[in-house]
């Protein structure tokens, strides 16, 4: 099961992404958050912050800046457009930006449901697990986070462990939290341990993401603001990402939320290259709507891939990578999970998306991950990789010849054109769709997510540890160690 799995390999866009709206429809959102941040402007909360933005030319009202537009232009220009994000290992690296499409696990979820049924709090064992399962799909290529939030660890030292769990047990590119400085600091001295690298490669090769969210609306608090600070110095990789709903953070509109979205993001944006010109960042939109009858976040609407092809639109506009999301308010592994994530999936990737956030696993709103749910999630990255493949239209392809010569029996299943191709033409899914009427019982055929349950089992009695020198682990473990002696961090930010 697991070795019929595609390579490990990333997808690259072959067909253009959807445009929602013309060119001056587009223009005129740009211009709108330009006035945002003009008139209104957004607060800062950290001193640093603000002294470095009027250095730069932002008018700072005690903790409310303004940004004159040309300002927000000549600092966007040295943004890159694409970069390589690098793995703990070469072979796990990543580009982002132009035509390139990576996905990361699902991120940051208080709870999980596991393969007996039971929903937890997050602990250790069960974010090792979805290290695990996510180590052995290989459309997982980056881990955005803690797959679920181990509570059990003390968070003076959370970060501490989780880290080292995630550098020892995968070898995929990670996700710290900007969560206080030191946290940023030891975060990006454990990426440089485990890559067995200086830091003078560090600041050449950038290795880790974080995501700093706006407190929408119109704000960066102050451990965000700090996560830039420590990142964009260093040249790691920062992702802008205001979470703007409409109707509760945001204008009921999807318009108007995606101008106070993007507003939040130049804004955001621009600091990362206050900070140091040329530092990589993504620009990210989570725009979508709320639930008008409980006010809760909904997700795979329709107004969510709306506002996924609108903050592409943009992003291609600035010409900076874009980080979007699969997501699902589904609380169980249904029809609603499949069809909602295929909803914010068709969002993210005709809108351009360069980075999938929450690519596998992500469940009711975020408030569970599910290992079934990221083996389906899976083969649907599967897909979307396949899908953005170069459609074949060389002259074997076209099979004038093999149309001409099929046998008498009127189909192609035994032809020789076929059976040349048919094993690498079109991909398996690991939760495989077969159909056994002798194994039919009383309780009907398996469902997708009786066979994801079944899936994830095999992949994890099946996982294997990635390489990684007995010297760099000694390392690590030596370096977690030594500041959990040391107390970790302060726990109230």
């Not at 600092?75 to 390139?100: I, K, M």
């Not at 697990?129 to 803690?146: C, E, P, R």
């Not at 874009?322 to 909803?343: I, L, M, P």
């Not at 009907?444 to 994890?460: C, E, S, T, V, W």
Request: proline content about 5%; hydrophobic content about 40%.
């Amino acid at each position: 099961m697991i070795d019929e799995q595609p390579p490990f390999a990333q997808a690259k866009r072959q067909i253009p992404p959807t445009s929602i709206v013309s060119e001056d429809e587009l223009e005129s959102i740009h211009q709108a958050s330009l006035r945002v941040l003009a008139e209104t402007g957004m607060d800062f909360l950290h001193p640093e912050a603000l002294k470095l933005l009027a250095e730069a030319g932002a008018e700072v009202d005690g903790e409310r800046v303004r940004f004159d537009p040309e300002m927000i232009t000549e600092y966007l220009a040295h943004a890159p457009s694409e970069f390589t994000l690098h793995g703990r290992l070469p072979e796990r690296n990543v580009q982002v930006g132009g035509d390139w499409l990576f996905y990361s696990s699902v991120a940051s979820a208080p709870n999980y449901v596991g393969l007996d049924g039971e929903r937890r709090t997050g602990d250790r064992a069960g974010f090792q697990d979805f290290l695990k399962l996510g180590q052995m799909l290989t459309s997982v290529q980056h881990f955005g986070g803690y797959p679920v939030e181990p509570i059990d660890i003390h968070p003076s030292i959370r970060h501490l462990e989780a880290a080292y769990d995630v550098h020892t047990m995968t070898d995929r590119s990670f996700h710290i939290y900007s969560l206080g400085k030191q946290r940023n600091l030891d975060g990006i001295e454990m990426v440089r341990i485990a890559r067995g690298i200086d830091y003078e490669t560090l600041e050449r090769e950038p290795s880790l993401t974080s995501i700093i969210n706006a407190s929408s609306p119109l704000r960066y608090d102050t451990v965000m603001l700090q996560g830039i600070l420590e990142m964009s110095a260093r040249n790691q990789v920062i992702v802008i990402t205001p979470f703007t709903l409409a109707g509760a953070m945001a204008p009921i509109t999807i318009a108007g939320a995606v101008v106070q979205q993007n507003a939040e993001a130049l804004a955001g944006l621009t600091f990362t290259q206050v900070v140091r010109k040329g530092a990589p960042v993504m620009y990210g939109g989570f725009t979508s709507n709320v639930d008008m009858r409980s006010g809760s976040p909904a997700f795979g609407t329709p107004e969510y891939a709306k506002a996924c092809l609108l903050g592409g639109q943009l992003a291609r506009r600035y010409g900076i990578p874009y980080r979007s999301s699969n997501v699902s308010a589904s609380n169980a592994v249904d029809a609603q999970a499949g069809y909602e994530s295929v909803w914010a999936l068709w969002g993210a990737v005709m809108g351009g998306a360069n980075f999938l956030m929450h690519g596998a696993g992500w469940m009711e709103g975020g408030l569970h991950a599910s290992l079934e749910k990221m083996v389906i999630d899976a083969d649907l990255l599967h897909m979307v990789t396949k899908f953005l493949e170069p459609l074949d239209l060389s002259e074997d392809a076209l099979a004038v010849d093999a149309i001409a010569q099929v046998g008498p029996a009127g189909h192609f299943f035994g032809e020789a054109h076929t059976q040349a191709r048919f094993t690498s033409e079109f991909y398996s899914p690991i939760v495989s769709d077969w159909r056994n009427w002798e194994t039919w019982t009383d309780g009907g055929q398996p469902d997708a997510k009786q066979r994801a349950n079944q899936a994830a089992r095999a992949i994890l009695d099946g996982y294997v540890k990635p390489p990684i020198d007995d010297a760099i682990e000694e390392e690590l473990r030596a370096f977690v160690d030594r500041r959990v002696a040391e107390g970790g961090v302060e726990t109230d930010y």
